[in-house]
C-alpha cells in the first residue's frame, strides 16, 4: 500500500516540473515575440526608431542626396 502512494507522489511531483519547465518555455517565448514586435504595436520603441531615421535622413540631406522639399516631405512621413 505504501507503494501506490510514493508512486502517485513522484506522479505529482513529475507533472508539476513539466509545468514548471513548460511554464518557464512559454514566458520566454511570450517575451521574445514581445521585444520582436514593430513599433506601432506597442513595443515601445517607437521613439528610438524615429530617431533613427530622422538621423538617417539628415544625413542624407547633409550629402546632398535629397533637397530641402524632399527633406520635408519626408521628416513628416517620419513623425506621422
Known amino acids: 500500500m505504501m507503494m ?3 508512486l502517485l507522489i513522484g506522479l505529482v511531483v513529475l507533472v ?5 519547465i513548460g ?3 512559454a514566458a520566454v517565448v511570450w ?4 521585444s520582436s514586435r514593430s513599433p506601432r504595436e506597442g513595443s515601445g520603441q517607437e521613439p528610438r526608431r524615429e530617431s ?3 538621423e538617417i535622413l539628415r544625413q542624407r540631406y547633409a550629402r546632398g542626396e ?3 522639399e ?10 506621422s
Not at 517575451?31 to 514581445?34: A, E, K, L, P, Y
Not at 524632399?70 to 513623425?79: A, D, L, N, T
Open 4 to 6: 501506490g502512494g510514493g
Open 66 to 68: 535629397i533637397d530641402r
Open 70 to 79: 524632399e527633406f520635408e516631405r519626408m521628416r513628416e512621413e517620419i513623425r
Open 16 to 20: 508539476l516540473v513539466v509545468l514548471l
Open 23 to 25: 511554464g518557464g518555455i
Open 31 to 34: 517575451f521574445v515575440g514581445q
Open 52 to 54: 533613427e531615421a530622422l
